[in-house]
């Protein structure tokens, strides 16, 4: 299974004047950790610079489950769920310490991502062996 | 029916590096429409300032259709097309000009969204008069 | 003398939880302006993503005077005042209305930009005729 | 002397499509490692959403020295420069390896700040023990 975590403190910017996280900011520790995850997969971002070949986001799902406050220590835990020929689907989940070693979860988010090529825009085909870390 | 539509033109800020718009700029487009819905339903951002009743966003689904670039005038159409007791449901469109009087739907959103009473945090009830403008 | 204003609602996504406008949002809404002067001085945006001749800014002074707040109303005022060889600069004012007509200058900005042809990243000269946009 | 350094990694939210850094999201670089530099000081992000107590850009000026690109890991070192009765002056250097143990410096900034008391917005007087940290 291909699964990796990161952590993000919540800045001013990550919030509104709810005075809770903007439910955009989340997108931004999403993206950080799907990069993680490719990077996993053997497409980290500095290299994604020089190939050109991008994962485009083609759809979002995200439940906001509990506010994220200023301060607040976000772990995104990414996850390869799903490997098709010309997409893969990672699922997020986004938790915070809630005292006592607890974690309480705050978010959770499915991404689609298809490889393109820019600046042609061609779709890429998944490479084949990441068909093999998912679970049967 | 409640419907309203506002009009975007795509920014440096709204585009990424593989040339495009950002998938998290879309949701700021999004907002800006549920804004104006919210608006057209009488809560206007202006009066929230006061109220510190807030619309918070409880999920969002987003599919992204067709790249987006800078200099596009992206239109947004949001209805509203659930009410229930704590939480309304809007539909977005996302369209741009395509020459010739046509339209190309570059992507198409859904939120739930429930108002909350901040700084406390409580939910509130939707206004009954609402539910009138579902069509049955 | 080239001038113009651009009128920008205070979304959420623009404040932060000290309950006002983050001092980065400013440089949204300064960039806005940005872009519809240099389209008054013929680059617009949309045929930069053609040219791939992009204004990149080089320097940025603001100073935040008075908090906005979530839906104020804010008048971006762009003035071009200065042109040299390589690099133009621009002062941006930023106004919300106070009531009764009175205006209230929330924040001043200036902007020192170089026009750079991607991806080379190549200087090009300024174009002749914007010299004869600055008053002497 | 009161400094601090941060590290940061490019995501494609803090590019745009001239293939760069947008001049934007290098405010949120120095955003963190000036909290990083507060939290030095003993007002961490965590304790302010307590006290809200908040520290309040008044003025930013920043230099962009080079671009910078996707994937690249940026240091931003945040020091305490100045302390007057009720603001203070950081600056920040932001740098990138640039192979064989180099650095490059990419862009350069100062902020002033002041002490703000929300919800009322008072300002409130720098600690008296923060004089201390400015070399004579």
Do not use: H
């Amino acid at each position: 299974m291909k699964q990796i975590s990161i952590s993000e403190t919540v800045m001013f910017y990550d919030t509104d004047c709810g005075g809770v996280v903007s439910n955009i900011a989340y997108l931004r520790f999403v993206e950080r950790a799907r990069s993680a995850l490719f990077g996993e997969l053997g497409m980290d971002v500095e290299s994604m610079n020089e190939s050109q070949l991008f994962p485009a986001v083609i759809r979002t799902e995200i439940d906001y489950l509990f506010p994220a406050r200023l301060g607040n220590v976000i772990e995104v835990t990414a996850t390869l769920v799903g490997v098709q020929k010309v997409r893969v689907t990672c699922e997020f989940s986004l938790v915070i310490a809630a005292g006592a070693g607890d974690e309480k979860q705050i978010a959770k988010a499915k991404q689609i991502v298809a490889l393109v090529q820019m600046p042609s825009g061609k779709p890429r085909r998944t490479p084949e062996e990441w068909g093999s870390y998912i679970e049967e």
